[in-house]
């Protein structure tokens, strides 16, 4: 079926699914009236970006369950779109907040459990030397503040179509073959392009041209990419990127913050990547605000002679107030120890296999020219009949309509997505029975799709 068809099906359910939302939340919608004193009456005003007419007011989230203030109850495979990736309130974490909470929260000064935590990340990541910030937007700044001081370089590289957080260097796009500005930014004063280049993910030649100029400072990568749709990596290019940023003298900063999904260590562990520096934000902390950022050995030393030979005192750029406090390495030991565990990955792969399973069925079942992608508990379906291989095919495959009619169709029966793309992340608390039910009502909607699109 042509997707115009199909953007035609899409407009025909959205007032129906949309009026059904307001139907069953009138206290959501009253808070959403409301002058509560916060622009655009929401704590961050992006929490309007959902598809939906007014957000849903949580009242509870527990394990793989939100429940809003008009009592309306649902699974939850959005979770805080990755901060909540192991589940919502874990236990282990819940404990770890009670002991902070009699003992201090934060000091400026180390906890006991710094040795504890430091031993851990080593192990679990792989990188000798850790530092902790309060997100993986702060991680990445602080990152790439190093591979400047490291390797005496200004510029870093992205790829199109990445995500990492609020970082003014990152927030590029490719048009016409020019790094530039994202349209979308608001207040932004320095030419970005003239610190960043962006070059398409996958592309092994644009990639080596650009570090061919010697002056790359790093190159900063999601190992795949998750925030213009899933997109893999083809076979071979981290073997490609690994090699070509070492031949030409740049760092590799790997941001695991969305695929750490991928299994125990992240994709790095599973794929043996070898990053310099490595950054993991949301998820590690258990949904507190804490991120890590880690170094090799051999980066270590280099940031540390760069630090020594700056013969001056006083602010590196490096490091906020609360960052390293003793609620954020309590609450990363308990993740790190208990929750973060082999046993939980697979609790989620086995309901993530289910999905997959699922999903794949109903789009043939319904004969789309569509197919599911996925890095371990996170996946996504994806408006084409092949996977992309780079930001412009998956923007070109990608269908706000589609994406609005499918995520509200799905949470009036009861199911939960992310607001962008729709992706799905399976947390170890989903259980097998919901997996399927997921997969059900997914069915359910692509038909009531494909039904209305023949009509138009």
């Not at 890095?375 to 009949?385: D, N, P, Q, W």
């Not at 291989?389 to 923007?395: C, D, L, M, P, V």
Request: charged share 20%; with cysteine.
């Amino acid at each position: 079926m042509e997707k115009a068809a199909l953007e035609a099906g899409a407009r025909m359910l959205l007032p129906q699914a949309t009026a059904a939302y307001e139907v069953k939340r009138p206290k959501s919608a009253a808070f959403a009236l409301a002058d509560n004193g916060f622009f655009d009456r929401v704590p961050m005003y992006w929490m309007l970006d959902w598809p939906t007419p007014f957000p849903m007011v949580v009242a509870e989230a527990t394990g793989a369950r939100l429940t809003d203030v008009d009592g309306n109850t649902v699974i939850d495979l959005c979770l805080g779109d990755t901060g909540a990736m192991f589940g919502h309130g874990p236990e282990p974490v819940l404990r770890a907040l009670g002991r902070s909470a009699l003992q201090g929260l934060t000091t400026m000064l180390p906890s006991p459990d710094v040795g504890v935590v430091g031993r851990l990340l080593a192990e679990r990541f792989g990188l000798s030397r850790w530092q902790v910030a309060a997100t993986a937007s702060d991680s990445n700044r602080f990152a790439i503040r190093a591979a400047r001081a490291v390797t005496d370089r200004r510029k870093i590289l992205v790829f199109d179509g990445c995500y990492h957080g609020a970082v003014d260097e990152t927030l590029v796009d490719l048009v016409d073959g020019r790094t530039q500005a994202r349209g979308s930014l608001l207040g932004q004063a320095a030419e970005l392009g003239e610190s960043t280049v962006a070059v398409p993910f996958n592309d092994e030649a644009a990639l080596e041209a650009a570090l061919a100029h010697g002056d790359i400072a790093c190159v900063l990568a999601e190992p795949a990419m998750t925030n213009c749709g899933m997109i893999l990596p083809a076979p071979g290019f981290h073997k490609a990127l690994r090699a070509l940023s070492r031949q030409h003298g740049t760092l590799l900063v790997i941001d695991e913050t969305h695929t750490i999904s991928t299994g125990l260590g992240g994709y790095s562990a599973a794929y043996g990547l070898e990053p310099d520096i490595l950054v993991v934000g949301k998820p590690i902390g258990g949904g507190i605000p804490v991120s890590v950022w880690g170094m090799s050995e051999e980066v270590a030393l280099r940031f540390d002679d760069a630090r020594r030979a700056r013969n001056a005192s006083g602010h590196s750029g490096i490091g906020t107030t609360l960052s390293g406090s003793a609620l954020q390495l309590a609450c990363l030991r308990a993740c790190l120890e208990e929750v973060m565990t082999v046993e939980a990955y697979r609790a989620m792969h086995r309901s993530a296999d289910i999905v997959e399973a699922g999903l794949r069925s109903a789009i043939e079942d319904c004969d789309l020219p569509w197919h599911v992608s996925r890095i371990g508990a996170r996946l996504e379906i994806v408006f084409s009949a092949t996977p992309p291989s780079n930001a412009e095919q998956s923007r070109e495959a990608s269908s706000e309509v589609i994406e609005h009619a499918l995520h509200l169709l799905l949470l009036e029966r009861g199911f939960l997505l992310t607001p962008f793309h729709n992706m799905v992340l399976v947390c170890p608390a989903l259980q097998e029975a919901d997996a399927i039910r997921f997969t059900r009502a997914y069915r359910e909607v692509l038909g009531e799709l494909v039904h209305a699109s023949r009509r138009t």
